[in-house]
C-alpha cells in the first residue's frame, strides 16, 4: 500500500507548511525539516499543523518528526518534496548530500529553471555516490499561504502539474511512488521541459521592472496584470517569451507559448498577450508585491531569466528582452545576478552540444562531470 | 552694431517658433526654416509669429523669410541656430552642408550627448569645405511651448546656459556673436562639458521605463518627479549618473553629479538624488509622459545614453545602467537604438586616446577623417 510511502518536506514556509500538513492528512507519515529551527518551534510543541482548505473545516495533521537537523529529516524517507525558493536549491543539495541512501527521491516543487540539472550536479561534485532519483515539478501543486506559527491554508490545488525526473527514463518511476498524495502530477518528456515552461520567468520580473515607480509609491496598491500589463509592458512580456520559446526550439522542445498557456490554464480569451491578460478573470484581484525586495526578482531574475540567457548564449539565441531585465534587476538590487545566478555552467550543460543535452537529459548520460572525472581517471 | 547679426532658426516647433520669435522681437533680422512646409504655412501667410511671455501681453514678431528650402533659409545667415530634436541633427547637417560659407555660426540648441562632434563629422565626410564654426548648448535656453499654428509661449528663460564651440578656441567668438542675443549663454572648457553634463540621459529614459506601466495605465496622470521617482527609482539614477560622472572622468572632464546639479539650479535640498529631487518645488506639478512614443526615450536614448555607453565602452567605463535602458527600450519600441544612435565612431572618437580626443576638442586636430583623407593623398 502506497501509503507506506514515507515523505520529508523540506521548508516550512508557505508552500512547504501546507504540503507537510496536506500528505499528512491523506495519511502519510510525513517529516518536516527547516534550516532555521525558530520558524517551526511552535510546530515542534504542537506536534502539528491546523490546515484550512477554502470551504472546509480545518483539520489538525499531525507530523511524524519536525525538525532542523537534515540527517534526522531524511532517515527513513522514501520521498523528499524541496519546498523552498529556488536560491535555497543548492544550499539543500549541499546538506542532503551526505545523508542520502539509494532509492529515495527528491523532487524540486519547483524547480524554476534548471532546478534539478544544478541539483544533480552539485550531488555529484560533493560525491553523493547513493542512487537517488532527482526530479523537479514545473509549478507547486496548490495556492497556498502560512496563516500563522503552526497553520496553513490551501486556496486552490492545481489540476495538471508537469514533472520529470533526470533523466527522463526515471520519471515513470517517480510519478508511481507519488501519484497516491498528487495525482496531478502528469509527466513530461524531461527536464528541459519543466525548465523551459517556467513563465514566472515571463511575467514576473518584467512587470515588476516595468511598474517599479508604481510599486513603491503605492506599496503594490494596484491591480499587477489587469492595470500593469498595458500594451507596452505586454510587448515586452511577447518579446520575452518569444526568447524563451527560440531557445526551446534550439534545444529541440516546443514550449508553450505564454499566449497559450493563458488560454489553456484561465481559458482566457484574445489574440495578444496584451488581450489574453486584460480578459483572464483569474487575474482580477490580484495586486502587485508590495515592494521591489520581492521574489519576482530576487528568486526569478537568478533562477529563471538568468539560466534562459545563458542557454541562449550558448545555444545562439538573442536574449536581449532577458538580458536588459536582468541589468536592470542588478542596478535595481546591487547584486550582480549574472554571477548569483544558474548558469549552463551550473546545470552542467557548458560545453555540450544539443545531441548531448538531449542524451543527458533523456538517459543521464554524457554527464561532464562523469565524463571528466573518467578523463582524470584514465578511463573511456 | 551686433543688431545687424542675422540669424536663421532651424525647425518650427516647440523651441524653433519661440526662438525666432524671440530673435525677431529683440530686432534682429531671422529666418526660419522647416523641413515640412505645412508646418509653417500660416507663419508664412501672416509672416510673423505671436509670441506670448509669461505675466507679459504678446507681441507679433515679423520674421525676415519663413521656407522650406533650405538654400534660401540659410543665405545671409551669419548665425544658424539649429533647434529640433538631436535624431534630425545628421540630416540638417547634411542638408546644410552644401550651402554653407565661411564664417557661418551654427549652434545646436542643445547638442544632447556629442551632438556638435557628429555634425562636424558629417560636414567633413559630405565634403563641406566652408570655414563654419559648429558650437552646441548644454540645454535650451527658455522652456517654451507652440501654442497654436504661428504662435509660441515662453514660459521661463533659463539663467545659465553652458556652451561650447568645435574647436574649444572658437568659444570666445561663438559667444561674442551670439551675446547681445542670448548673454545667458557661457562659455565651458570644451564641448565634452556640453556632451557630458546631459542631464536628460540620467533622468528621461530611466524614469519612463521605471514607470511604463502607470505610464500607459493612467496616460501619464501622475506627477513625473515628485511620484515616479521613489528609493529604488533614484539608485538607478544615482547608478546612471555615476557612469556619465565616470566616463567624463575617464575623459579628463570634472562633469556635475546630478544631485549638485539639482541643489544649483533648483536649490533643491537634500542628500541623496531621492531627496533632493522630492524636495525640489521645481518638480511640483510636471506631469509624466502621456505614452511611451516619446522623446524621452526615441530622443534620449539613442542621442544621450547611447553615446554615453559607446563612450564608455571605448575608455574602459562599464556602463550596465546605460546599457539595460537602452537594450530596454530597444525591446519596448522594436528598434535598434544601438545601431540607430550616436556612437564613437559617429563622433569621430573611435580609436583616439584620451591625449587625442582632448587635442581635438581643443584644437580641432587629430580629426581622424581629416587624418584618413591626408593618409589617402599621401600627404602629412
Known amino acids: 500500500m502506497s501509503n507506506e510511502i514515507r515523505y520529508t518536506v523540506i521548508g516550512a514556509g508557505h508552500g512547504g507548511k501546507a504540503m507537510a500538513a496536506d500528505l499528512a ?11 532555521t529551527a525558530e520558524r517551526i518551534s511552535e510546530i515542534v510543541l ?15 495533521c499531525r507530523l511524524a518528526n ?39 527521491i527528491i523532487i524540486l516543487n519547483p524547480g524554476r529553471t534548471g532546478g534539478v540539472l544544478e541539483f544533480r550536479q552539485i550531488l555529484n561534485q560533493v ?3 547513493a542512487d537517488v532519483i532527482v526530479a523537479e515539478a514545473g509549478t507547486f501543486v496548490f495556492a497556498s499561504r502560512s496563516t500563522g506559527p503552526a497553520q496553513a491554508r490551501i486556496f486552490r490545488r492545481k489540476n495538471a502539474v508537469p514533472l520529470a525526473a533526470l533523466p527522463a527514463t526515471r520519471t515513470g518511476h517517480v510519478l508511481e511512488t507519488v501519484c497516491e498524495a498528487y495525482p496531478q502530477f502528469i509527466p513530461v518528456p524531461n527536464v528541459l521541459h519543466t525548465s523551459l515552461d517556467n513563465m514566472g520567468a515571463i511575467f514576473h520580473p518584467a512587470l515588476t521592472l516595468l511598474n517599479a515607480g508604481w510599486i513603491e509609491r503605492t506599496k503594490g496598491d494596484f ?6 500589463v498595458t500594451r507596452s509592458t505586454a510587448h515586452v512580456l511577447e518579446v520575452l517569451d518569444r526568447e524563451r520559446v527560440t531557445i526551446a526550439a534550439a534545444l529541440g522542445v516546443r514550449a508553450r507559448p505564454a499566449l497559450r498557456w493563458l488560454r489553456d490554464a ?5 489574440d495578444t498577450l496584451y488581450e489574453a491578460i486584460q480578459g483572464n478573470p483569474g487575474y482580477q484581484g490580484i495586486k502587485a508585491p508590495r515592494n521591489l525586495r520581492h521574489r519576482y526578482i530576487f528568486e526569478d531574475v537568478p533562477f529563471s531569466l538568468v539560466p534562459l540567457a545563458s542557454l541562449g548564449a550558448q545555444f545562439g539565441v538573442d536574449t536581449w528582452a532577458a538580458d536588459a531585465m536582468i541589468r536592470l534587476a542588478c542596478v535595481v538590487h546591487g547584486t550582480n545576478y549574472f554571477e548569483r545566478g ?10 555540450l552540444r544539443v545531441s548531448e543535452v538531449k542524451r ?12 571528466l572525472a573518467a578523463v582524470r581517471n584514465g578511463a573511456a
Chains 1, 2 share one sequence.
Open 25 to 35: 492528512a491523506k495519511g502519510f507519515t510525513v517529516n518536516l525539516y527547516n534550516r
Open 46 to 60: 504542537r506536534g502539528e499543523i491546523e490546515l484550512e482548505y477554502e470551504n472546509s473545516a480545518s483539520r489538525y
Open 66 to 104: 519536525v525538525t532542523s537537523d537534515i540527517a534526522d529529516a531524511l532517515d527513513g524517507a522514501d520521498v523528499i518534496m524541496v519546498v523552498v525558493p529556488a536560491s535555497g536549491h543548492r544550499d539543500i543539495a549541499r546538506s542532503c548530500a551526505p545523508h542520502m541512501r539509494d532509492g529515495q
Open 127 to 129: 560525491g553523493c555516490t
Open 223 to 228: 491591480q499587477f496584470y489587469i492595470e500593469g
Open 266 to 270: 484561465y481559458s482566457a480569451k484574445g
Open 342 to 351: 544558474r548558469t549552463a555552467e551550473d546545470m552542467g550543460l557548458k560545453g
Open 360 to 371: 543527458y537529459v533523456q538517459d543521464g548520460e554524457v554527464n561532464p562531470v562523469y565524463s
